[in-house]
């Protein structure tokens, strides 16, 4: 089996996923991350080789590659890729998204595209761009030292990696020591072995047991949500954090695969206009929609108000959403007279650091 670094990875996030994608050959279905992902990386590649760096050039490359990816917004696109981090890297030149194969053991051969890179004197420069949004170092993961190792078996000089992160526009960088390429090596052949020794075992032992679930906040970005079997192994109350967190983590991969659900639905009925019933209720599509208040109309609502001999104030509100967008704090909120209502706390799930 020929492997990847992301190959490897998805094995040690969830074996599942592995199993799902490249013994039974699966087809994953496309997330919307990833179809982003692969058309930033076309787009800056386009521009690498052209060496047209202009933003009107860049936002016709997004439009065509969004659209031939599957993305539903390409100014994304275009914020990503036109970044002073990006531009910085594709005005130097170089090789871009360079194929290799390299044999890291008789049984393990692994496989890389690599984003950009160039000699610089002594040296080589490895570029990656990670439309991310949590950053990490090039020593954080294996992935840029199996490039590196490569890159230093075809060039002989020594490597130094660089993560560009395009939505922060932070750029990490780490000249690769031997012991650091030797480690990653030495990872990918161990990880490599034992995929291949479970399935040699797959006649013998239950796929289960081989290649078993492993719910995490990823199930929500994972494209086999919606055929996972993996179930909670305790449903009743937590008694202690591990629990909590494991609770957690199987919640995101029930929430996964409820949306994939609902997607497979709502295709059916979209399609064949059936509601599907329920007991006594039933699944149906209903139209939404709501009144979009413009500025006049509002002003013509408070004067409507006025007329009829009404207290407008009672009926007009400030949202929070708008007395942040006019620049009030919270203190110049109290300060104005405003009410702080107390709600009953909700469980969400949010970015780390958010308030």
């Not at 990386?41 to 202009?54: D, G, L, P, Y």
């Not at 130097?92 to 053991?105: A, D, K, N, P, R």
Request: hydrophobic share 35%.
């Amino acid at each position: 089996m020929l492997f990847s670094y992301s190959r490897l990875d998805k094995y040690q996030t969830c074996p599942k996923s592995f199993y799902l994608k490249y013994v039974v050959q699966i087809p994953e279905k496309p997330t919307a991350s990833l179809a982003l992902g692969k058309a930033v990386h076309a787009v800056i590649e386009n521009v690498v080789k052209t060496q047209n760096f202009s933003k009107p050039y860049i936002e016709i490359l997004a439009k065509s590659l969004g659209e031939a990816y599957g993305v539903e917004n390409p100014e994304e696109i275009v914020w990503l890729a036109f970044r002073d981090a990006v531009l910085k890297e594709v005005r130097q030149g170089g090789t871009v998204e360079e194929q290799f194969e390299l044999e890291l053991s008789p049984e393990v051969r692994l496989q890389g595209f690599i984003d950009l890179w160039r000699e610089n004197g002594s040296k080589i420069e490895l570029i990656d761009w990670k439309t991310n949004y949590n950053t990490y170092t090039p020593t954080d993961t294996y992935q840029l030292p199996l490039y590196a190792y490569y890159l230093q078996e075809k060039t002989g000089k020594p490597v130094a990696g660089r993560l560009v992160f395009l939505r922060t526009g932070e750029v990490f960088e780490q000249e690769f020591t031997q012991m650091e390429l030797k480690e990653a090596v030495g990872w990918a052949v161990a990880t490599g072995k034992e995929i291949l020794q479970k399935i040699e075992q797959l006649n013998e032992v239950p796929e289960d047991l081989l290649f078993p679930a492993s719910p995490s906040h990823l199930c929500e970005f994972c494209g086999y949500a919606g055929i996972c079997q993996g179930q909670i192994e305790n449903t009743s109350e937590p008694q202690s954090y591990n629990e909590a967190v494991k609770l957690a983590e199987e919640i995101i991969r029930i929430e996964a695969i409820l949306k994939e659900k609902k997607e497979q639905l709502y295709k059916y009925i979209e399609g064949t206009n059936i509601p599907i019933p329920v007991g006594e209720k039933e699944f149906r599509l209903v139209g939404e929609g709501y009144f979009k208040w413009t500025p006049e109309a509002v002003k013509k609502a408070y004067e409507y108000a006025v007329q009829k001999g009404l207290d407008p104030f009672k009926y007009l509100s400030l949202t929070s959403t708008n007395a942040e967008k006019m620049g009030l704090t919270d203190e110049d909120i109290k300060s104005l007279g405003a009410e702080w209502k107390e709600r009953k706390p909700s469980l969400k799930l949010v970015k780390r650091g958010d308030n």
